[in-house]
């Protein structure tokens, strides 16, 4: 079944695009769980390594699987083309690399997931290329920070703890005004909340791990963009570096996108109410939700995302101590530092995620001792109502 003929919605193509059948006629998408794959005559071996014959080489450059992913990505997305890798990290490294050279420059927005600020901070500049961090909240910091070489921006909205928002569009528009890339982590928003390549962005990057697999099975990763930039600078990347995805994990991921709207559409919903509960309660001093309209970037919200977010950030009064008597309060909503999963997930950033940032460094991002980040599921909504109500009495 080719994806490529049909106009179809989000849930439709999340159940059918990219689906590859073999002779056999499988409902379920096939795991082609294959190293290598073999060739009727050496002709066609011949034929197939000089690109003059169609078909896989080496699961190190595509597999059958891992293919009915990345369309499957693609028809979500609205991108010409993506490669899937092994984790999300493996996503943001090939696309930040494959982006820039020594001597090139990157600006990116200080509020990064941890390991993706360490690629930008600490291992570009091995290479010989620079970056700048800014608080990407404000356009003028962006305009002001680029330089003669700048080549490469690079955000993730809303950010990873505190649900920060980047405006997208004036970013891309900054980025195509000086002939640079803009790449967008989309992880916290999900392909159905919001749409980077819509928006001007040229690059879009997922940690699949999260809601695309949404049931804490499997890393996974994908990057997304216009099939020249693809070929010209991924391609070469991919089979000779190996950050691919493997096809066990391309299927259970392929399985993930069948049920990704509705387990969105439910967390979201869920996590709505329990903003609201959260900021009428006393024991708190700040709820961060971009579905609020007090959120500090609620019009950029309501201009570039179609939903409000599975997470919410607050600040507990009373500090670490306060924080984790609530973490170790809780009964249904388990301590992890993952997020996206079918399981409610509560983090305390300071002292895990975020831990390798100075205090200074957290402080400017807004994270704070009593900090914590709340990834919510698909459990009842009433009962988590419930259980954070007690958690809070009891701390
Ligand atoms: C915003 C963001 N980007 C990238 C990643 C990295 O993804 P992975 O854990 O799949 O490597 C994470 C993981 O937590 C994340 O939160």
């Known amino acids: 079944m080719s994806s490529k003929k049909r106009n179809w919605k989000p849930q439709t193509a999340l159940v059918h695009a990219g689906a590859l059948r073999s002779g056999f006629g499988e409902t379920s998408e096939a795991i082609y769980l294959t190293q290598g794959y073999v060739y009727e005559t050496a002709q066609a071996a011949e034929a197939r390594f000089k690109g003059e014959e169609p078909g896989f080489i080496y699961s190190r450059y595509a597999n059958p699987t891992v293919d009915m992913f990345e369309k499957r990505m693609c028809a979500l997305e609205g991108a010409e083309d993506a490669r899937a890798t092994a984790s999300g990290m493996a996503a943001v490294t090939a696309a930040l690399l494959c982006s820039v050279k020594a001597g090139d420059h990157i600006v990116a927005a200080r509020a990064l997931f941890g390991s993706c600020r360490w690629v930008v901070e600490t291992l570009a ?26 080549k490469l921006f690079f955000l993730e909205s809303p950010t990873n703890p505190t649900l920060e928002v980047v405006d997208i569009a004036a970013v891309a528009s900054l980025a195509n005004s000086i002939g640079a890339r803009l790449v967008v982590d989309n992880v916290f928003a999900t ?17 699949a791990t999260k809601h695309i697999d949404g049931q804490g099975r499997c890393l996974g990763g994908v ?35 069948e049920t990704l709207p509705l387990r969105v559409r439910q967390q979201t919903e869920s ?31 309501k201009k570039q995302m179609s939903g409000g977010s599975t997470l919410i950030c607050l600040d507990v009064k009373g500090g670490k101590q306060a924080a984790f008597a609530l973490q170790n309060a809780l009964d249904i909503v388990l301590i992890s530092n993952n997020l996206g999963d079918a399981k409610s997930l509560i983090t305390h950033p300071a002292t895990t995620t975020h831990k390798n940032l100075s205090d200074e460094a957290r402080a400017e991002l807004g994270i704070g001792p009593g900090t914590l980040r709340l990834s919510v599921g698909l459990e009842d909504t009433d009962d988590l109502l419930e259980d954070i109500a007690q958690a809070l009495k009891a701390r």
């Open 191 to 207: 392909p159905l909340q919001q749409k980077p390549l819509q928006l001007g962005a040229h690059i879009v990057v997922y940690s």
């Open 223 to 257: 990057i997304l963009s216009d099939k020249k930039w693809i070929d010209e600078n991924l391609h070469d990347y991919f089979r000779h570096t190996g950050p691919s995805l493997s096809p066990f994990n391309a299927w259970t991921l392929l399985k993930g996108l």
């Open 125 to 150: 500049p091995r290479y010989g290329i620079e970056a700048t961090l800014v608080d990407g909240t404000n356009i003028a910091n962006w305009e002001k920070a680029v330089r003669p070489n700048t």
């Open 271 to 301: 996590a709505g109410k329990i903003a609201d509960f959260l900021a009428e309660r006393p024991e708190i001093a700040r709820v961060i939700y971009p579905g609020r309209a007090d959120h500090p970037q609620a019009a950029i919200v």
